[in-house]
């Protein structure tokens, strides 16, 4: 007979879950993991790593198509779907099976299936073997993740409209598609089709593209895609997907006109809701608002033993804060001095479309809407030597300063390999330093993370390359 | 040259710690950053790393050690090439009475990059200590003028950040030291207590050690004289209700004790010289009339501040004692907000004590002690009438104040209690 009876059993296996588990099981305590379909969850096979190999398909791809521009002659080039796919599945199985190994060394106990609160320390597992089991614990981490959003008359159907998880692993790629929505996911899959050769329209509901980042790199993508050939409608909505054999055709409407587009595939990447349901909350004292479980800063929901982390528990929808979360609650728990609460504005976000975005902190608009006196500075790619070499001229970055204090409120990144550059930032926000510091420190050179001091340095007026 | 590895300073209050643990034997090769020991104070265990390289020598002070003095020598490090402890380190009992240390001013530049410390700077080790802060706290605690060495910091470590100096008050420093005194220490009762089955050990919390040591601090260095007086207080009974009447739209409900607050407040503003601290080479007579009123609570007394009592209505005085009041027992009481203050009240009527003696709160001259109001047979005009009374005394640090000062001070406040309406002229 199996072990059934553990101090924490984490719920969901997914970044934030089975990081919770190790650093539980590092802190001494008898652990389990419940998952119920893949280890890594969505975020390791369908989500943030399969489409991060996909994506570097389509940015090689990208470069063979300009490989004259690099004085290389490339003939004949084409690509084979399958194989593209098939390399992405291969990269999340490798992760997957990476982090079942990490399960084994830290000898925490996973059970495939699928767990639901059954009455104080109980949970009730019904197994994907289909027998049954009950396990009991001290602590509880509910970690269950989310899943795509389907708004009505959008509904995907796996096959003419797909979301996230069929965009993933198609049969064959379309040569044109409509993507509904146009955050992360949505952007990144616009990103990739449409660098494979696909005829890419975006339709977003706000008036501009990637809206939770900062104006002037909503701004500057939609350019940047647009010379792509990529076809961006701001302040649209998408009704009635008419579904023939092998097509779909929306209607889409702005100010009160209507116009109707026909394409191959449609992604609806119209936000995501936390997978709430089936998990016994029904009679316990965990609150659920927005399809997400409410949560004080330790993740603990109210009713005794019982936390959540990650997706299931709200915004920002991110792997490394679900992790982060992790890591937290458990120290919490097993009551690790010195533990502090996440503070969100130093959660930084990437998008890994071509160009790259990545952000951190407070918007030039949301500073201002704070009332606080700013500097803002700003450094091109084009003024940057290893840009140039690189041959990525494209992007910039940004720096918002509190003037009176010298903090370092928010930083947003468009450009060549931003989402790497990002963290310098973090840390920085992290060890609260100010612009002196940011401007004291030496970047080597020649690289792209000379930007991020030229940046600082523009914010007070004493930026050297441009 | 070997090197003397000295008990560090972890708060500026530290005087003394336990050497919890070595984490290095001799003979060991220590890294500059490698922790060596853990220390543990009244307020928390700290780990201790090496400024210097090279290789422990000698452990001077064993684990476990308690009151090992701040800047005695704890172990001797060797540099590279020496072998042998040259000279005999200095024994624990060398380190003779240290003078308390001062906290150490934070660098704060007013503008401009703030200078990288380099690795071959070595933290102060005596007089002063490391304080550490983020940049960003440092420079919102210079705009602000915000103390550091005040601050306990919420960060990793303790390391002070924003949001710690966010809430500060400008000049929150504790409140200036009195004179570095060679205080005794504590020491264990000369008579052995015998347990027997049955009895509690109960470990000290740091709040019942400071009540400890400045309490024994004060009884011992403090030359206390003591001033008691009867006041009749039916016409500060009238006004209270009088008050009351009109206080109670700003909802407040004025007490016995939020007059007596208000009337040493007016009667410390009319004698500045009973506003003041002995220090070593000076006194120091303080320009704010700052009233702490001693609050008993869980873990024990703290004493809350009414800032500048004497320009504040006594309904003020109330919902701000009320509010501090109320954040003391819970524990949520800042820094600044207990620390400092230039005369205490201790307030003991409502247990029907009839009058006491406090103890003088250092470095402070003076505590009023306030017994309970209740109605007595007094001779007005030859004859014995009933009237409500109420017996104060005052504690007076005779360094600061002599006999008759401290007599004058109470007539004043005898005056303001049976004549409440003088507090409005």
């Keep these: 007979m199996a072990e059934t009876s553990f101090d924490i059993i984490v719920v969901g296996g997914g970044p934030g879950g089975y990081v919770a588990a190790i650093r539980a099981a590092q802190l001494g305590m008898k652990t389990a993991v419940v998952e119920r379909e893949h280890m890594g969850g969505i975020c390791l096979n369908w989500g943030c790593i399969p489409t991060k190999a996909l994506l570097r398909t389509s940015e090689v791809f990208g470069l063979i198509k300009h490989a004259e521009s690099f004085g290389l002659s490339v003939k004949d080039v084409s690509y084979d779907p399958k194989k593209i796919v098939e390399r992405s599945r291969k990269v999340a199985n490798q992760l997957s099976n990476g982090v079942k190994g990490l399960m084994r060394k830290n000898k925490i106990t996973v059970f495939d299936g699928t767990a639901r609160l059954v009455g104080a320390g109980k949970l009730a597992v019904a197994m994907n073997d289909r027998s049954n089991a009950t396990l009991t614990y001290k602590n509880v981490i509910l970690a269950t993740g989310a899943r795509a959003r389907n708004l009505p008359g959008l509904e995907a159907d796996g096959k003419l409209v797909w979301t996230y998880k069929e965009a993933m692993v198609p049969p064959e790629f379309p040569k044109s598609l409509l993507v509904i929505g146009s955050g992360a996911i949505g952007i990144e899959f616009a990103s990739f089709y449409r660098t494979m050769g696909a005829e890419v329209t975006v339709a977003e509901v706000v008036d501009r593209i990637l809206p939770v980042e900062d104006e002037e790199v909503s701004v500057f993508a939609k350019r940047a895609f647009e010379k792509q050939g990529m076809k961006i409608l701001t302040g649209v909505t998408v009704s009635n997907l008419k579904k023939g054999a092998n097509n779909v055709t929306a209607t889409i409407t702005a100010g009160g006109k209507s116009q109707e587009i026909t394409v191959d595939r449609v992604i609806s990447a119209v936000g995501i809701v936390g997978n709430v349901e089936n998990l016994g909350l029904e009679g316990t004292k965990v609150k659920v608002e927005k399809t997400h479980i409410v949560i004080d800063q330790w993740g603990f929901t109210g009713e005794p033993n019982v936390y959540a982390i990650g997706d299931v528990a709200g915004p920002p929808w991110l792997a490394h804060k679900a992790m982060h979360e992790g890591v937290l609650v458990v120290e919490k728990i097993a009551g690790v001095k010195g533990v502090h609460p996440m503070n969100t504005a130093n959660i930084p976000g990437c998008t890994y479309c071509q160009p790259q975005v990545a952000s951190i902190g407070l918007t030039e608009a949301a500073a201002k809407a704070k009332g606080l006196q700013i500097k803002v500075g700003k450094f091109p790619f084009i003024g940057n030597g290893k840009a140039i070499a690189l041959g990525e001229p494209e992007g910039f970055i940004k720096t918002i300063f509190d003037a009176k204090t010298g903090e370092l409120l928010g930083a947003h990144m468009i450009g060549a390999e931003v989402t790497e550059l990002i963290q310098g930032y973090s840390i920085a926000k992290t060890l609260e330093t100010t612009e002196a510091e940011l401007m004291a420190t030496v970047f080597p050179h020649p690289t792209l993370s000379e930007m991020m001091h030229e940046s600082v340095l523009a914010a007070y007026g004493r930026t050297l390359h441009i | ?425």
């Design chain 2, 1 to 425: 040259m070997s090197i003397n590895i000295l008990m560090p300073a972890l708060s500026p209050t530290m005087t003394e710690g336990k050497l919890a643990k070595w984490h290095v034997k001799v003979g060991d090769a220590v890294k500059s950053g490698q922790v060596i020991c853990e220390i543990e104070t009244d307020k928390a265990t700290m780990e201790v790393e090496a400024v210097d390289e090279g290789k422990v020598g000698q452990i001077v002070v064993p684990e476990g050690a308690e009151g090992v003095k701040v800047n005695a020598v704890i172990a001797i490090l060797l540099e590279e090439g020496e072998t042998e402890v040259k000279a005999p380190a200095p024994g624990q009992a060398a380190a003779a009475p240290t003078p308390a240390p001062k906290p150490a001013p934070a660098p704060m530049p007013a503008a401009g990059p703030t200078p990288v410390a380099r690795s071959t700077d070595r933290p102060a080790t005596s007089g002063g200590q490391r304080i550490f802060v983020s940049p960003l706290a440092k420079r919102i605690a210079a705009e602000k003028g915000v103390d550091l060495s005040a601050i306990k910091g919420s960060g990793p470590n303790g390391r002070i950040v924003k949001a710690d100096v966010e809430g500060a008050k400008p000049g929150a420093a504790p409140a200036p030291a009195a004179a570095p005194k060679a205080t005794p220490r504590p020491s264990a009762p000369a008579q052995p207590i015998f347990t027997a089955p049955g009895d509690k050990r109960i470990p000290h919390t740091a709040v019942r050690k400071v009540i400890a040591r400045r309490m024994l601090e004060s009884k011992q260095t403090v030359p206390h004289f003591y001033l008691t007086v009867e006041l009749e207080i039916e016409a500060l009974l009238a006004a209270r209700q009088a008050i009351n009447d009109m206080a109670r739209k700003m909802g407040a409900k004025v007490s016995v004790n939020d007059m007596v607050i208000k009337a040493c407040a007016k009667a410390l503003r009319d004698h500045p010289e009973c506003n003041a601290s002995w220090a070593e080479d000076e006194m120091i007579q303080y320009g704010a009339v700052d009233i702490s009123v001693a609050v008993a609570t869980d873990r024990g007394l703290i004493t809350p501040i009414v800032r500048n009592a004497d320009m504040k209505g006594v309904a003020q005085i109330s919902i701000e004692m009320k509010d501090l009041a109320s954040r003391a027992k819970e524990g949520k009481l800042k820094l600044e907000e207990f620390q400092g203050g230039g005369f205490t009240i201790s307030n003991l009527g409502m247990f029907g004590v009839k009058e006491f003696a406090a103890i003088i709160n250092p470095p402070q001259a003076m505590i009023l002690a306030v017994g309970a109001g209740e109605q007595r047979p007094v001779v007005r005009n030859g004859q014995m009438v009933v009237r409500n009374m109420m017996n104060v005394t005052l504690a007076v640090d005779h360094r600061v104040v002599d006999g008759a000062m401290g007599a004058q001070f109470l007539q004043t406040l005898k005056a303001y209690i049976e004549q409440p309406a003088a507090m409005l002229v």
